[in-house]
């Protein structure tokens, strides 16, 4: 049976500050690996996002300017994205894209901004600090390590709803203050990693997708893809 | 001059004989040295200079250097910096190691760090500026495109008269309206359409209307004949412009400006801008056509910076790459090589090549594979990052090798199936194979 699966790069062309890109591009090989066509279009400003056309959602971070004008677009998506990620849709969010899915952050001149509030989390600032360097966690339910890096002045704490990505092993991740590193709800993978996280942590990239073919083809036997070996990339 | 600035001024002036005789270097200590007994020293130095700025992300060095090259024709004695020295102090050393002349206007062509304009034109009220671009560097990419604008324009609002020529390809320097004088330069060589460009670019929104920005061509990156179909804005009328690329190859470029035909012998799209921005300030200078060509082919050694290594019978080229953009126009470059090469990829991650690097992610790597390449080598304390970015570019593993060592990476080269050989390297693995070179006697000296 010939599987396709549908990505959306949500503003990818206004979020993209850290090599966002390499997601789409490590999706791609590795789902022509497992057999899967995998088509990718981005839906930016002024565009209609309708949550039946698509499998993924990969959104990435961008510069303060540029996240703020999303902040202000995003709006007119919120019941699409929200219906999208409450229907088990797969999600990569990073950084910018990670705080907007969250109720809000606090922008470059102090100003709240809003985002869609589709995940339970929210985003402070530190005061003329970031965190930057590199990041090592654990995933508590598959024992999974995930290594990026990470850069960001926004402090984010996670809802009831919410679990971390992983366990902070080295590095700061959310806050620096709960050892939490990214969120998980749903089929939605939330992180501040860069690196691209997909291309240096490949367990992740096969989850969304094994997640997205599960959703799409409920009935089909996709052992096959399950069991594809992922190569260690750091 | 004031007793204070000529104290000042004797003891940048020791210092610099000091450190150059006995240390072999030392190009911002004098500067320091005399700004900290006068701190308006660069006002009593430069005070009889006209003086032109350079600045802007990518091309500041081979732009200076090209448009030294250029107002030779018609000036004589002309101050500039050396690489590297573009930040206050370099300036004010540059100014204290200046022989004299007998000119009563001399012309100082100086690079200047973005950041670093304001602390210039407090002292010095430049006659010219030159923008060349601005994109997101790997080293600072928490740092905004727009911030770095705002740093440089800061600068210029204390020279208000200045005339600014400016790339016209570049939306953000369209963006605010400014008092001083405008130039434009930029590219009038495409056919016209309607076009976007690619997801990875950045600095696409309109200024006036935050829309997305549409072109009727693109250079590279987001540099082309830009138009906002929202709101109407769109680039500047050109005061001068490329109108034809007759031939490229990773030596040597061959268009026209103007109609004008110009050769220059070094490869690359963005050279061709750093030219193009050269015979502008020629022009705006009074330099005619004619002499720009004639300068531009007197002034073969200044396009040394990617000079070919001769490895034991090798032609290799060792380039550096340190951002997207400037890794792209590479990847642009080599791809106009007719000859079958090796293409060796080097990442390390220390502090001065960047610690991040996801930007590799926003290359193009995809190129690589349509290209006539025989054997694929990556190496450097990242070494598993480049080549799984290889892997996913679609480079068959077949032709792919894998080596950290970057000692060992130079043993290879001389097995390499083809002549010619490109290195494209971070800053420290470039350093390191330098210092392996000409330890090797392939070339004179390791740091330069």
């Given at each position: 049976?010939?599987?396709t699966l549908n990505v959306c790069?949500?503003?990818?062309?206004?979020?993209?500050?850290?090599?966002?890109?390499?997601?789409?591009?490590?999706?791609?090989?590795?789902?022509?690996?497992?057999?899967?066509?995998?088509?990718?279009?981005?839906?930016?400003?002024?565009?209609?996002?309708?949550?039946?056309?698509?499998?993924?959602?990969?959104?990435?971070?961008?510069?303060?300017?540029?996240?703020?004008?999303?902040?202000?677009?995003?709006?007119?998506?919120?019941?699409?994205?929200?219906?999208?990620?409450?229907?088990?849709?797969?999600?990569?969010?990073?950084?910018?894209?990670?705080?907007?899915?969250?109720?809000?952050?606090?922008?470059?001149?102090?100003?709240?901004?809003?985002?869609?509030?589709?995940?339970?989390?929210?985003?402070?600032?530190?005061?003329?600090?970031?965190?930057?360097?590199?990041?090592?966690?654990?995933?508590?339910?598959?024992?999974?390590?995930?290594?990026?890096?990470?850069?960001?002045?926004?402090?984010?704490?996670?809802?009831?709803?919410?679990?971390?990505?992983?366990?902070?092993?080295?590095?700061?991740?959310?806050?620096?203050?709960?050892?939490?590193?990214?969120?998980?709800?749903?089929?939605?993978?939330?992180?501040?990693?860069?690196?691209?996280?997909?291309?240096?942590?490949?367990?992740?990239?096969?989850?969304?997708?094994?997640?997205?073919?599960?959703?799409?083809?409920?009935?089909?036997?996709?052992?096959?893809?399950?069991?594809?070996?992922?190569?260690?990339?750091? | 001059?004031?007793?204070?600035?000529?104290?000042?001024?004797?003891?940048?002036?020791?210092?610099?004989?000091?450190?150059?005789?006995?240390?072999?270097?030392?190009?911002?200590?004098?500067?320091?040295?005399?700004?900290?007994?006068?701190?308006?020293?660069?006002?009593?130095?430069?005070?009889?200079?006209?003086?032109?700025?350079?600045?802007?992300?990518?091309?500041?060095?081979?732009?200076?250097?090209?448009?030294?090259?250029?107002?030779?024709?018609?000036?004589?004695?002309?101050?500039?910096?050396?690489?590297?020295?573009?930040?206050?102090?370099?300036?004010?050393?540059?100014?204290?190691?200046?022989?004299?002349?007998?000119?009563?206007?001399?012309?100082?062509?100086?690079?200047?760090?973005?950041?670093?304009?304001?602390?210039?034109?407090?002292?010095?009220?430049?006659?010219?500026?030159?923008?060349?671009?601005?994109?997101?560097?790997?080293?600072?990419?928490?740092?905004?495109?727009?911030?770095?604008?705002?740093?440089?324009?800061?600068g210029v609002a204390l020279a208000?008269?200045?005339?600014?020529?400016?790339?016209?390809?570049?939306?953000?320097?369209?963006?605010?309206?400014?008092?001083?004088?405008?130039?434009?330069?930029?590219?009038?060589?495409?056919?016209?359409?309607?076009?976007?460009?690619?997801?990875?670019?950045?600095?696409?929104?309109?200024?006036?209307?935050?829309?997305?920005?549409?072109?009727?061509?693109?250079?590279?990156?987001?540099?082309?004949?830009?138009?906002?179909?929202?709101?109407?804005?769109?680039?500047?009328?050109?005061?001068?412009?490329?109108?034809?690329?007759?031939?490229?190859?990773?030596?040597?470029?061959?268009?026209?400006?103007?109609?004008?035909?110009?050769?220059?012998?070094?490869?690359?799209?963005?050279?061709?801008?750093?030219?193009?921005a050269a015979y502008t300030v020629?022009?705006?200078?009074?330099?005619?056509?004619?002499?720009?060509?004639?300068?531009?082919?007197?002034?073969?050694?200044?396009?040394?910076?990617?000079?070919?290594?001769?490895?034991?019978?090798?032609?290799?080229?060792?380039?550096?790459?340190?951002?997207?953009?400037?890794?792209?126009?590479?990847?642009?470059?080599?791809?106009?090589?007719?000859?079958?090469?090796?293409?060796?990829?080097?990442?390390?991650?220390?502090?001065?090549?960047?610690?991040?690097?996801?930007?590799?992610?926003?290359?193009?790597?995809?190129?690589?594979?349509?290209?006539?390449?025989?054997?694929?080598?990556?190496?450097?304390?990242?070494?598993?990052?480049?080549?799984?970015?290889?892997?996913?570019?679609?480079?068959?593993?077949?032709?792919?090798?894998?080596?950290?060592?970057?000692?060992?990476?130079?043993?290879?080269?001389?097995?390499?199936?083809?002549?010619?050989?490109?290195?494209?390297?971070?800053?420290?693995?470039?350093?390191?194979?330098?210092?392996?070179?000409?330890?090797?006697?392939?070339?004179?000296?390791?740091?330069?």
């Amino acid at each position: 049976m010939a599987y396709t699966l549908n990505v959306c790069h949500l503003y990818g062309d206004l979020m993209n500050t850290y090599g966002d890109l390499g997601n789409i591009l490590v999706l791609n090989y590795l789902a022509e690996k497992m057999g899967v066509e995998l088509t990718s279009e981005v839906i930016s400003l002024d565009q209609a996002f309708d949550p039946d056309k698509y499998d993924i959602i990969v959104f990435g971070g961008g510069q303060d300017f540029e996240q703020s004008i999303v902040s202000k677009d995003i709006q007119t998506k919120k019941a699409g994205l929200t219906d999208f990620i409450e229907d088990n849709g797969s999600v990569v969010a990073i950084c910018g894209g990670y705080q907007l899915l969250g109720h809000y952050y606090i922008g470059a001149n102090g100003e709240k901004l809003l985002g869609i509030g589709a995940l339970d989390h929210y985003t402070d600032k530190q005061k003329d600090h970031r965190f930057i360097g590199n990041v090592v966690i654990e995933n508590e339910e598959t024992g999974e390590q995930y290594h990026g890096f990470e850069n960001h002045q926004g402090i984010t704490f996670l809802g009831q709803d919410e679990r971390p990505l992983g366990k902070v092993l080295e590095g700061h991740g959310n806050n620096g203050q709960d050892k939490t590193e990214g969120a998980i709800y749903k089929n939605v993978y939330c992180t501040y990693f860069h690196g691209p996280i997909l291309a240096r942590n490949n367990q992740i990239a096969k989850h969304v997708l094994i997640n997205a073919l599960k959703r799409k083809y409920p009935d089909a036997d996709i052992s096959k893809q399950e069991q594809l070996k992922v190569a260690e990339t750091f | 001059m004031s007793l204070k600035s000529s104290i000042a001024t004797a003891a940048g002036k020791s210092s610099y004989w000091f450190l150059h005789t006995f240390l072999k270097g030392g190009s911002s200590l004098p500067g320091k040295i005399t700004k900290k007994i006068d701190p308006n020293i660069l006002q009593n130095l430069a005070r009889n200079y006209d003086v032109i700025v350079i600045t802007g992300t990518n091309g500041k060095t081979l732009t200076t250097a090209l448009t030294v090259q250029v107002l030779k024709e018609k000036y004589e004695n002309i101050l500039t910096n050396p690489t590297g020295s573009n930040m206050e102090q370099g300036i004010i050393t540059t100014f204290l190691h200046a022989p004299r002349t007998k000119n009563k206007r001399p012309l100082a062509v100086l690079e200047v760090d973005e950041a670093n304009v304001i602390m210039v034109t407090k002292y010095i009220k430049p006659k010219a500026f030159v923008f060349t671009n601005i994109f997101r560097d790997q080293m600072d990419r928490y740092g905004e495109i727009y911030t770095t604008y705002q740093k440089i324009l800061n600068g210029v609002a204390l020279a208000p008269n200045a005339t600014i020529i400016a790339n016209g390809d570049a939306p953000i320097f369209h963006s605010k309206q400014l008092p001083n004088p405008m130039i434009y330069y930029g590219f009038a060589n495409q056919p016209e359409g309607d076009i976007k460009a690619t997801p990875n670019t950045d600095g696409v929104l309109c200024p006036q209307c935050q829309h997305i920005l549409h072109y009727r061509y693109i250079s590279y990156s987001n540099l082309g004949k830009y138009f906002c179909p929202n709101c109407g804005y769109q680039r500047p009328e050109l005061n001068f412009a490329l109108n034809k690329i007759v031939e490229l190859t990773p030596k040597s470029s061959k268009f026209e400006i103007d109609g004008e035909p110009i050769k220059i012998e070094i490869g690359g799209v963005y050279n061709i801008y750093n030219a193009l921005a050269a015979y502008t300030v020629g022009r705006f200078m009074g330099v005619t056509p004619a002499q720009t060509q004639q300068a531009f082919h007197q002034g073969k050694s200044i396009f040394g910076r990617q000079e070919e290594i001769n490895v034991d019978g090798k032609k290799v080229t060792l380039i550096l790459v340190k951002n997207p953009v400037g890794l792209n126009q590479v990847i642009d470059m080599i791809s106009t090589d007719k000859d079958p090469f090796t293409f060796i990829g080097l990442l390390n991650a220390n502090y001065a090549d960047g610690i991040d690097t996801s930007w590799i992610w926003d290359g193009d790597f995809e190129r690589l594979p349509k290209m006539n390449i025989k054997q694929f080598i990556t190496g450097g304390e990242r070494y598993k990052d480049i080549t799984y970015r290889l892997q996913v570019a679609g480079v068959d593993p077949a032709k792919h090798l894998v080596e950290p060592d970057l000692d060992k990476v130079v043993e290879m080269i001389p097995n390499a199936p083809t002549e010619k050989v490109y290195i494209l390297a971070t800053y420290t693995a470039m350093l390191h194979l330098r210092k392996v070179f000409a330890t090797k006697g392939f070339i004179k000296g390791g740091l330069d």
